[in-house]
C-alpha cells in the first residue's frame, strides 16, 4: 500500500485497458495499463526563498507509476516546457527507442508535444524514472515507478512506502555547472586550514605532514573535496526536514521502505536509530535478506528493506549526506504526530593516500590529477593506442590501483557506532540464481578520469562528444573492470542490461545491478550478458559528471545469420 495522497495522484492518471494496442511492435497482448502525464513549470519553496521547479504532473517527485509484470505499459508524455524534454525508466528493460535518451535512443520531446512510450513490463521491483535531457533531473523531473509481482512475493509485507530521497539547489543547474568549470573546487566549503597542519604537525610530525600536503599539491586535490556541489536542502518525498514526510504503520505490521536516490550529486547514508532493516531488494533485484543498522545509497541507487517497527515507539529516519553537509528526516509511527529527534551531524570524512591508491611510506613519485593518465590496457573496439595524447600532462603516471575491490570499505567512512552493521556490497547476493555462468567472451577495461582544472570528466581519457562507441556483439558475455583514477565516488550505468556485481560470491549467487559504485582509486568488475540489442547510454550519474563528458554510448549489434533450408 503507499500513501493515500500518492495513490489517489496516481489513479487519477490511470486506467487498464485490454489489449487493444497489442499489434503494437513494442507490446506483448497483455493487459495494458496506461498513464496521461505532463512535465511543466511549478513553483516551489524548499528553503523559505521561492523558487521555479520543473515537475510531473505538478508534483515533486512525480506520482508514481505502478505496473503489475507482465502487463504492458502506455504512458503518453506531454511536454509544456519551452525546450526539449523527455523520460528515461531507470532499471527497466524496454526496447532501445522506448529507453528515452535524446540523442540515443530517440529525438526527444519538443516543446508542445506529446510522446508515447510503450513497452512490455517483463520485470518486477523498485525502480523510478527521470528526464535524460539538460539538467532536467536536478529541477525535480524525477518520480518513483514501481512494479508488483504477478506471483508471491519472495519478501512479504504488510504497508509499504516509497521515500523518495534528492536534493535541491534554488539557483539554476546551468549556473552550478559554470561556476564548476570555473573552479571546480568552488563548492568545497571545507577546505583544510593552517590549523589542520598543524594539527597534523602535532599527531604525526612536521615532515610526515610536510610530505601529506605536498602529495595532495602534487595530486591538485584535497581530501576534503568529498562531493561536487554542496549547499543543497535534501528531501524526502519533496519535504525537507522543516516539513518532514511521515509514514504510518499499525500494531504488529511488516513495513516495506522502498528507498530510490533520485539525487542529482548527493549520496546519503541511511539509519533508522532503534530499528533494524532487512536489506531484500537491490536495483528492482531480490537478495537473500541481510539485517544491517545502516547502509550508504549511491545517486540512482534502489534498495528496499523490511521493518518491523515496535508500536509503542515513534521512530526517525535519518539520511544524511556523505559529505556531512546536511540531512534530512522523516517519521515512522502509528499516527502523523510521530515526534522526530534530529540527529548531531557526524564528522565528515577525508580521503587518505591510502585512498587514492598510494601510501605515504612509498616513493609514487608525482601524481597530477589535473588530467588523470590512461593508465594500463583499453580494450575499446577502434581506439589506437599508438595515437594516445598525453600531451598538457604533467606527470603522465598511471595511479597505482588496488588488485582486489576493496568493496567492504566505504569511502569516506560511514563513522557507524561501534558494533553497528553497516551494507557493503559484498553482503549482497541474488535470491534467484544466475543461470549463465560462461566465462566472458570479450574483456574491457573503463578509466574514470577527468580534468578537474577544466571540470572535463572522461571514460578511457574521452569525453562524450569525442568518445568511440563500445561494439559489443549481441548474446556475448562481457567483463568489465572499472579503474577509478579520481578522488570521487562514481555511480556507474549502463542502459538496457543489469550487470552481475564480482563482489566475493560464487557466480551463481552474484547480485544484479543497474548502478555499480566504483571508489576513489579502486577497481571493480563486472560481468554481464549482452543481450539486449541496439544502442545505449553508459555513463556516470552524477549530473555534472554526466553533462561534463564523463557518458559514452554502447552499441549491442545482433549479426542476421542465413536461414538453414
Not at 511492435?25 to 513549470?41: D, H, T
Not at 525546450?83 to 531507470?90: F, G, I, K, N, P
Not at 539538460?134 to 525535480?140: A, K, L, R, S
Amino acid at each position: 500500500m503507499i500513501g493515500r495522497r500518492l495513490f489517489l495522484a496516481a489513479a487519477a492518471a490511470l486506467f487498464t485497458t485490454r489489449p487493444s494496442l497489442a499489434k503494437d511492435l513494442n507490446l506483448s497482448g497483455g493487459a495494458i495499463r496506461e498513464y496521461r502525464i505532463s512535465i511543466g513549470e511549478v513553483g516551489v519553496n524548499f528553503t523559505g526563498e521561492k523558487a521555479i521547479a520543473l515537475a510531473v504532473n505538478g508534483q515533486i517527485p512525480g506520482p508514481p507509476l505502478r505496473f503489475v509484470n507482465g502487463e504492458d505499459a502506455v504512458i503518453h508524455v506531454t511536454n509544456t516546457l519551452d525546450v526539449t524534454s523527455s523520460l528515461h525508466w531507470h532499471g527497466l528493460l524496454v526496447p532501445p527507442e522506448m529507453d528515452g535518451v535524446p540523442g540515443i535512443s530517440f529525438d526527444g520531446i519538443p516543446p508542445g508535444e506529446t510522446f508515447t512510450y510503450r513497452f512490455p513490463v517483463r520485470q518486477a521491483g523498485t525502480y523510478w524514472y527521470h528526464s535524460h535531457s539538460g539538467y532536467q533531473e536536478q529541477q525535480g523531473v524525477y518520480g518513483p515507478l514501481i512494479i508488483e509481482t504477478n506471483g508471491t512475493d519472495p519478501a512479504p509485507f504488510d504497508r509499504e512506502h516509497t521515500i523518495v530521497l534528492s536534493d535541491w539547489l534554488d539557483s539554476n543547474p546551468a549556473d552550478v555547472h559554470a561556476n564548476l568549470k570555473s573552479m571546480s573546487d568552488y563548492y568545497n566549503y571545507a577546505q583544510r586550514t593552517v590549523g589542520d597542519f598543524f594539527n597534523l604537525s602535532a599527531d604525526a610530525g612536521f615532515d610526515a605532514a610536510a610530505k601529506e600536503r605536498l602529495m595532495w599539491g602534487n595530486m591538485r586535490m584535497t581530501p576534503t573535496d568529498l562531493s561536487d556541489v554542496s549547499g543543497y536542502t535534501f528531501l524526502i518525498n519533496g519535504q525537507s526536514k522543516a516539513d518532514p514526510w511521515r509514514g504510518i504503520f499499525k500494531t504488529g505490521e511488516r513495513v516495506r521502505l522502498r528507498f530510490i536516490n533520485a539525487a542529482a550529486m548527493s549520496y546519503f547514508d541511511v539509519r533508522i536509530p532503534g530499528l533494524k532493516m532487512t536489506v531484500v531488494e537491490a536495483d528492482g533485484q531480490a537478495v537473500v535478506p541481510v539485517t544491517v543498522d545502516e547502509f550508504r545509497i549511491a545517486v540512482a541507487e534502489t534498495y528496499d528493506v523490511i521493518v518491523e517497527p515496535d508500536p509503542d515507539t515513534s521512530y526517525t529516519l535519518i539520511a544524511e549526506a556523505l559529505d556531512r553537509s546536511g540531512f534530512t528526516v522523516g517519521g515512522l509511527g502509528t499516527n502523523l504526530d510521530t515526534p522526530l529527534t534530529f540527529p548531531l551531524a557526524r564528522t565528515r570524512g577525508h580521503l587518505s593516500m591510502n585512498d587514492m591508491g598510494k601510501e605515504m611510506g612509498g616513493d609514487h613519485g608525482e601524481m597530477d590529477h589535473s588530467q588523470t593518465s590512461n593508465g594500463g590496457v583499453i580494450d575499446r573496439p577502434g581506439m589506437n593506442h599508438a595515437a594516445m595524447n598525453h600531451a598538457g600532462m604533467a606527470h603522465a603516471m598511471p595511479m597505482t590501483s588496488p588488485m582486489v575491490s576493496r568493496d567492504n570499505e566505504h569511502v569516506p567512512a560511514i563513522d557507524a557506532p561501534t558494533g553497528a552493521r553497516v551494507l557493503t556490497y559484498q553482503d549482497l547476493a541474488a535470491l534467484e540464481p544466475n543461470d549463465d555462468l560462461r566465462e566472458p567472451d570479450q574483456e574491457l577495461t573503463i578509466i574514470l578520469g577527468g580534468n578537474m582544472e577544466r571540470y572535463i570528466w572522461t571514460l578511457n581519457g574521452d569525453k562524450f562528444s569525442e568518445a568511440t562507441p563500445i561494439y559489443l556483439t549481441y548474446g556475448e558475455r562481457v567483463r568489465i573492470t572499472y579503474v577509478n583514477e579520481t578522488m570521487m565516488n562514481h555511480p556507474m550505468h549502463l542502459h538496457g542490461m543489469f550487470v552481475e556485481l564480482e563482489n566475493g560470491q560464487p557466480p551463481e549467487k552474484r547480485p544484479r545491478k543497474h548502478i555499480v559504485n566504483v571508489g576513489p582509486g579502486r577497481r571493480y568488475s563486472v560481468t554481464f550478458i549482452a543481450d539486449e540489442a541496439g544502442e545505449w547510454a553508459f555513463h556516470c550519474h552524477l549530473l555534472y559528471h554526466m553533462a561534463s563528458g564523463m557518458m559514452s554510448k554502447v552499441v549491442v549489434s545482433q549479426v542476421a545469420t542465413e536461414a538453414t533450408p
